[in-house]
């Protein structure tokens, strides 16, 4: 068997957190992180890259391939090789490692956007469920995260001062992140004084819905030498999904994670940090369990998504925030997860390291 | 459990979703000229092709796009078809054309409709201006244009259609 080509992530930028982005439109916030990730490597546009892949959802937008106009923003003339996956681009960047390891890439531009302002979140996501029993019900996303959590508590596997406590981590964490929607010094006592939205979810158990964007740079090891621009590996990428029929998950547990972790090899060396994509504060808690996060691990140092949830580009941005760490020597390995679905039903788990 | 289970072919599951949809900063700038009578393009900073309605990006170079462009309501044909049959809800009634229209100092076109014309006459090439409805009724959409009517200047060779400079044509080479 031959080596799996190793990847390398060379640039990456994230828009700010915005409750609402304004008069903007999708290529008006894709367009400065495009640019930011070109600056970095010094390249011109996505002509200068061998394959484009972007994440989004029209839900989002409500209108059918408003994707497409996302393109727009890159530059296609003369045309380039171009893909989309209707999800995070999390899973955009996964296409795109796939390609360069066929070998029919050398670097790829992945980039992920969403104007979550647009509708009503919650209930457009709960379209997301299958068609036929759930999706009729209207069953929103925060009601299905609370009867998650309500069994989470049940089973003595979190409590809500423990998910409290992951809200006032991660908005302390989020107060060195310039992009924050939400930061600063809390205590779990004030958290846990207000009252539940959707019991036993306070609204700060909810990750703040954000409007932006974010892009990424990855390529060969012989390619980012030749830019000789720092890099990270991604020595590991894994995803898998469970059933949508939610009375057959364990909702207390996250299985797929745990198996995608397995497969990226997270176990293989210390995990500095961990970038979790965690929309709901209990939901890191599952997650920290099925990937064996132990005290030697900060969690979401930048915040993670409760400094602010960039439909389609957080799971991106997790990467991205790893990827930073990494260059700057902060750290010399750490994870980066992905979510989609409701209540952690699909999972997507990378690991990055330094080269 | 009966012996004959009636197969369910079909449910209806309707779905309702309300939307802000926001055009985008360069689109509603398009709009509040529109809204005043004045047709407002941008222009690439870097190939300097200009668009109208602009999205705001050139997506031949992938730039951000900038710098806004008055145009005049003086355009050509670039393609166009006769509507033969009746399309639901449209208050239009058949024959009537629809035209891709460049106007004068833009390059890419935009559809409109062409009237005080014989529907049989209409050729690509064709020298057309736009029919404003009364200021008064004037509001954030396209349709303040009621249709394009041909004018009396030449034909536009088909290379120079979508390449002729601001100022119009006069027939030169």
Partial sequence: MTAMKEIAVVAFSQSDCLARAGAANEVELIMPQLRAVFDQVGLNNAQDVDFVCSGSCDYLQGAAFAFVAGVDALGAVPPIKESHVEMDAAWALYECILKIRMGQAESALIYGFGKASSGELPTVLSQQLDPYYLAPLWVD????????????????????????????????????????????????????????VVSPLRESDCAPVADGASAMIVCTVDKARKWGVPYALI??????????????????????????????????????????????SHQEIILARALGLGDETVINPSGGVMAGNLMMASGLSRVGEVFRRIVSGDISRGVAHATSGPCLQHNLVAVLESA | MSDETEAVTRIETPIYLHYNFTAGRAPARFLQRIRQGVLSGQRCPSCANVYIPPRGSCPACGVPTEEEVVLPDKGTVQSFTVV??????????????????????ANISFIHLMSECENSEVHIGQRVQAVWKPEAEWTYAMDNIRYFRPIDEPDVPVER???????GWGGEE
Wanted: glycine fraction near 8%; proline fraction near 8%; charged fraction near 20%.
């Fill in chain 1, 141 to 196: 996303t925060v009601s299905l995260a609370a009867m998650q959590a309500r069994l989470l508590i049940e089973k003595g596997l979190a409590s809500e001062r423990a998910m409290a406590g992951v809200v006032a981590r991660a908005r302390k964490h989020a107060m060195a992140n310039p992009h924050a929607q939400i930061s600063g010094e809390v205590s779990v006592e004030s958290l846990l004084a207000a009252g539940t």
């Fill in chain 1, 235 to 280: 020595s590991g990428i894994d995803h898998r999904i469970e059933t949508h029929n939610l009375g057959m998950r364990d909702l207390t547990d996250s299985p797929s994670t745990r198996q995608a972790a397995a497969a990226a090899g997270v176990e293989r060396g210390p995990v500095d940090v961990a970038e979790l994509y965690a929309p709901f």
């Fill in chain 2, 84 to 105: 033969a049959i009746p399309i639901p809800n449209n208050p239009i009634k058949p024959p009537f054309v629809i035209a891709n229209l460049v106007l004068d100092g």
């Fill in chain 2, 161 to 167: 259609i979508g390449k002729l400079p601001i100022t």
